[in-house]
């Protein structure tokens, strides 16, 4: 008999409604909740084909301990007892002969458990975790919080009459809080649409106006906007002397960027730049919906400063259909469950690189470099183990001939996963990890949004565990009885308590959502030392960082270094979202490999001329760094004098131990120096590349 369970996909960033039927204790089909108010029903191909991935032949159901070298592939079967006990005992040895800071943990973008792994690690002592945090959100996040106390989102429930899409593509892939169901109806309602990308999306051609900068110039831009804005006196003048900090300061630095100089810069009109300027400040109410793509590069903190300034001279903050600061849910805040305050002070002193990046340490986040120099160097102290879950560093961070050298050389690796990833191949220990349809979890309780919802455990794969309970056995193991409850759901219950449930009341609902308030400024100020949005940052002139948003050209491109064009005459981007992919996972999946089968990088037409190359052909990108292969696809929206490759590629179909993790993979073109990342949080330089492409060759171009 089949049987129909309400749940939340967590096939990407998670957040979509979802019904889930069961018959005889199989899931038979995953489809849309058309009564769930984040999607009403609409459901991306990653979620419509999540079955694929649970029922996986490849996925790993029982713990493993690696037998032969690292690399090789060769496992053994053994007991959850067994894994837990040998990583318990190789921690006490470590603590007790380096301390905890040689224990590194990480994880991957969004996993929902980050209060749990926050909790153990700050227990255990070690203030080393590794996450995309530094590149990916947590910028947003962690700069909002000193300029204007907050992460800010766009409110489409409140009609913006006009909505400005920044580097980012939410309608194929749910970033962070949004939902790309929101946007498509607001433009449908009519909303005006401004979109900055390099590439022609499908949300550049169906805006209003497209902005196609050069990439890495969004501050610039932002500025050049800024520009007009005062300069046409288009401000609210009420929300700027009343609400605003550092006002005289920030309009003599706008001067500099006249839009001469901007379209210098960024490679967009004058007469463009003006028309997006002044229909966003125009046109009330007015969100900017922002993606990761401005925060991986040397300009990331700044990029945020430059757009939170934009929200607040317009007078778009916290006011309906403008940017909004969520009202959270009153359950146990992550933080405070986490038990940050639990970490010793001289321990957090330890944080690696967390004296030069100070606002990254500022949110608990550390850059990977620091890791793989310690790992590498022993220095400033060695890292003698790193347990991972839900991440695949081997080919999602910057310099992945780097990252594999140094995970092959650390004492002792964890990974806890679906499958053996090309990272998981280098493990010692690897733990069978639970997808959401196994486990019970309050959903997006890390998200910055007034929604949470239950998923409830559906079927039970294998042996698999939850990411949650390997952490409280762990921490168990590890001497930290006293401070978990026995069991997941005990903890449930705890973050659950302020809200007066238990989480077999909340369980039960569809979702839990609480009401938004605005204006709040109005009787309460801005969280920030001056109680006003900072466009001159208090915080980040005590740390001794230019307090005011600049443009910082990119250390490799052809303005930095000419002398580079000759040999790499073109710029390259990375990490451009898949509709189908979600960073590096999903590749083993039928359904989507079939939509997209192989990597493909986006060139213009006439370039492709140029250089003999036709569509479909297989070609290599070469940088200093390396040389991979990826299928050329011919775009006439990307400027001739920029490429664009997929990452996130590994072929999980290649039987072989690493999985082909070095053909395809985007990562062996980026670089790591830390000349090139941003000077608050560390951000790698992953967008703005110079490359030269040429055909492999190949006799397969089909």
């Not at 766009?154 to 009609?159: F, I, L, P, S």
């Not at 409280?472 to 005990?490: A, H, I, M, R, S």
Request: hydrophobic fraction near 35%; include cysteine; charge should be neutral.
């Amino acid at each position: 008999m089949e049987k129909i369970i309400k749940s939340n996909c967590r096939g990407c960033h998670g957040g979509c409604g979802v019904l889930v039927h069961v018959e005889d204790g199989r899931i038979t089909k995953i489809e849309g909740n058309p009564d769930f108010p984040t999607n009403h029903g609409v459901m991306c191909s990653r979620g419509l084909s999540f079955l694929q991935l649970v029922y996986h032949p490849d996925r790993v159901t029982h713990p493993l301990r690696r037998t032969g070298k690292r690399g090789e592939g060769k496992w053994e079967q053994i007991s959850w007892n067994e894994a837990l006990d040998t990583i318990a005992e190789k921690y006490k040895k470590i603590i007790a002969e380096y301390g905890a800071e040689s224990i590194a943990l990480g994880y991957g973008t969004g996993r929902n458990y980050e209060g749990f792994l926050y909790r153990f690690s700050n227990l255990l002592g070690t203030p080393n975790v590794l996450t995309s945090g530094h590149m990916c959100y947590g910028p947003r996040v962690a700069t909002s919080g000193i300029i204007n106390g907050k992460l800010t989102l766009c409110d489409y429930e409140n009609n913006p009459k006009c909505v400005v899409v920044w580097g980012n593509n939410v309608v194929i892939s749910n970033g962070d809080e949004y939902t790309g169901e929101n946007l498509t109806k607001a433009l449908a309602q009519g909303t005006k649409l401004i979109v900055v990308d390099p590439r022609l999306t499908y949300l550049a051609g169906r805006a209003d106006v497209w902005l196609q900068l050069r990439p890495g110039t969004d501050v610039a831009l932002a500025m050049g906007m800024a520009n007009v804005i005062v300069e046409e006196k288009l401000y609210d003048k009420n929300f700027v002397e009343k609400y605003v900090y550092g006002w005289d300061e920030f309009t003599a630095r706008i001067k500099e960027y006249n839009l001469e100089k901007v379209e210098e810069i960024t490679w967009v009109s004058a007469d463009k730049i003006r028309e997006a300027a002044r229909l966003y400040a125009t046109t009330k109410p007015a969100g900017i919906q922002w993606g990761c793509a401005i925060e991986q590069n040397i300009n990331c903190t700044d990029s945020v400063r430059a757009l939170v300034s934009l929200m607040a001279i317009t007078g778009n903050l916290d006011v309906p259909g403008g940017n909004i600061s969520p009202e959270s849910p009153p359950w146990l805040p992550v933080s405070q469950f986490a038990m940050h305050h639990e970490l010793p002070a001289e321990q957090r002193a330890k944080r690696l690189g967390g004296d030069t990046y100070k606002l990254a340490d500022r949110i608990a986040v550390i850059t990977p470099k620091v890791v793989w120099d310690a790992i590498l160097t022993g220095k400033p102290y060695p890292i003698k183990a790193v347990q991972i879950h839900g991440s695949n560093p081997v080919i999602t961070r910057s310099n992945a001939a780097e990252v594999y050298k140094a995970l092959s050389k650390l004492d002792f690796l964890v990974v806890a996963d679906f499958f053996l990833t090309p990272t998981a191949e280098l493990a010692d220990i690897f733990l069978p990890a639970a997808t959401w349809l196994e486990m019970e979890d309050i959903g997006d309780y890390w998200k910055r949004q007034n929604y949470i919802y239950p998923r409830t455990k559906i079927i039970q794969v294998g042996e698999c565990r939850s990411d949650h309970e390997m952490f409280l056995e762990l921490g168990k193991k590890l001497g930290q009885k006293n401070q978990w409850f026995d069991t997941v759901e005990g903890n449930l219950d705890y973050i659950l308590k302020p809200m007066g449930l238990t989480w077999q009341e909340f369980r039960r609902l569809d979702y839990y959502r609480v009401s938004q308030k605005y204006r709040k400024y109005k009787t309460e100020g801005f969280r920030t030392p001056t109680g006003k949005v900072e466009l001159y940052s208090t915080i980040m002139e005590k740390w001794g960082y230019d307090p005011l948003p600049i443009y910082r050209e990119t250390p490799e491109s052809p303005v930095s270094k000419p002398e580079m064009v000759k040999d790499y005459p073109l710029i390259l981007i990375t990490g451009a979202r898949s509709p189908v992919f979600y960073t590096s996972e999903h590749r083993m999946i039928p359904w989507l490999r079939e939509i997209v089968p192989d990597p493909i990088v986006e060139i213009h037409p006439k370039t492709a001329e140029k250089l003999g190359i036709g569509n479909h052909q297989w070609v290599y990108i070469e940088t200093p760094r390396g040389r991979i292969k990826q299928r050329a696809l011919l775009t006439t929206g990307i400027n001739p004098g920029v490429v664009a490759a997929q990452y996130g590629w590994w072929f999980p179909e290649e039987k072989t131990p690493g999985h082909g993790w070095e053909k395809s993979n985007v990562n062996i073109l980026t670089d790591n120096d830390t000349k090139g990342y941003d000077v608050a949080m560390g951000a790698d330089n992953l967008r703005v590349l110079m490359c030269k492409i040429y055909p492999t060759g190949d006799k397969d171009e089909s």
